[in-house]
T-cell receptor, first 117, second 111 residues
Framework: KAGVTQTPRYLIKTRGQQVTLSCSPI?????VSWYQQTPGQGLQFLFE???????NKGNFPGRFSGRQFSNSRSEMNVSTLELGDSALYLC????????????????FGPGTRLTVL | GIQVEQSPPDLILQEGANSTLRCNFS?????LQWFHQNPWGQLINLFY???GTKQNGRLSATTVATERYSLLYISSSQTTDSGVYFC?????????????FGKGTKLTVNP
């Protein structure tokens, strides 16, 4: 079974631009979460989606948004990019909520490394 | 919110040595996972261990949920074990975070 995939893997943007990152979960997984990793703040939770609905949201400004599609693929968007948004963005999926499977074990994708100049 | 503390922050070993990494958490959790972050940034699942003990080859982990800590044991370390090890927990009560990560233990295994 294929793992979590993320595109693009690398991205360079300039301040003020916006960016959209994509995540495809493991087949059959319906829960998708996003995390930001920076040297200063470590790994921080952004948001979680299940069945196209946002279940949880971390402490990030409204410039960070996301959505989930009916096939469980998810996108996150960052508008008006700032230098501090440079980070590794990681997506994770789990089988939580899938009928008969209540495991909350998170499986991570390879990440998208965003550089804001 | 819940606090997750990992120790030691840095660990340098000679190949073949054993090590123990610790993760303390400040409140009850539903789940606990250990990850190894490879040089390219991907988090590799090591253990999903909300309680009890599990073993996988040279690695094993123990979580004592009632005392709010987990231990990751690495035996006969190899250079390929180098990297950052993260503990992450899912808080049981309150908060909105799916997983809360510790700051990691950076392991360097020298040949």
């Amino acid at each position: 079974k294929a793992g979590v995939t993320q595109t693009p893997r690398y991205l360079i943007k300039t301040r003020g631009q916006q960016v959209t990152l994509s995540c495809s979960p493991i087949s059959g997984h319906r829960s998708v979460s996003w995390y930001q990793q920076t040297p200063g703040q470590g790994l921080q939770f952004l948001f979680e989606y299940f069945s196209e609905t946002q279940r949880n949201k971390g402490n990030f400004p409204g410039r960070f948004s996301g959505r989930q599609f009916s096939n469980s693929r998810s996108e996150m968007n960052v508008s008006t990019l700032e230098l501090g948004d440079s980070a590794l963005y990681l997506c994770a999926s789990s089988s939580w909520g899938t009928s008969g499977l209540l495991s909350n074990e998170q499986f991570f994708g390879p990440g998208t490394r965003l550089t804001v100049l | 919110g819940i606090q997750v503390e990992q120790s030691p922050p840095d660990l340098i070993l000679q190949e073949g040595a054993n090590s123990t990494l610790r993760c303390n958490f400040s409140d009850s959790v539903n789940n606990l996972q250990w990850f190894h972050q490879n040089p390219w940034g991907q988090l590799i699942n090591l253990f999903y261990i909300p309680s009890g003990t599990k073993q996988n080859g040279r690695l094993s982990a123990t979580t004592v949920a009632t005392e709010r800590y987990s231990l990751l044991y690495i035996s006969s370390s190899q250079t390929t074990d180098s990297g950052v090890y993260f503990c992450a927990v899912e808080p049981r009560q309150g908060g909105s975070e799916k997983l809360v990560f510790g700051k990691g233990t950076k392991l360097t295994v020298n040949p």
